[in-house]
């Protein structure tokens, strides 16, 4: 019987699990390091720059996600291919938005919305690491 087939359902939820807890802390991240880059004025307008917005949101997100990996054991390729997935959407989007097809908020929406597929592929590409079967 090859390995994928021998997956069980424990596997698959925790999988899906791990997936949640890189959402939370996605989130985590963009919301605390956000609030304390604003405190100390270093906050940026998605409609005034909003690539320098978004980079900055990445970044955050990036963090609270390697933060949480790292303390998860994941190794460093598994951790940078996740925090990539942040970036990503600004290859297809920042030209959008200097064409003047998109503004900042959508931007931002559509770069957040294109995050999840990303971050799914970037586990599904590891998936042993994330099924626990890794060794």
Do not use: K
């Amino acid at each position: 019987m090859t390995q994928t087939a021998s997956r069980t359902p424990r596997q698959w939820r925790r999988f899906a699990w791990h997936y949640l807890e890189m959402i939370i802390a996605m989130f985590a991240g963009m919301l605390v390091l956000g609030m304390i880059l604003s405190a100390i004025g270093l906050g940026f307008s998605h409609a005034r720059d909003p690539e320098l917005a978004y980079l900055l949101t990445a970044l955050n997100m990036s963090v609270g996600m390697a933060a949480w990996m790292r303390y998860r054991g994941h190794g460093w390729a598994g951790t940078l291919e996740m925090c990539g997935a942040m970036f990503a959407p600004a290859l297809p989007l920042f030209p959008l938005l200097w064409l003047g097809l998109i503004d900042g908020g959508a931007l931002m929406t559509l770069a957040h919305v294109a995050m999840f597929p990303l971050m799914l592929a970037a586990m599904l590409w590891r998936r042993d690491e994330y099924l626990g079967c890794a060794t």
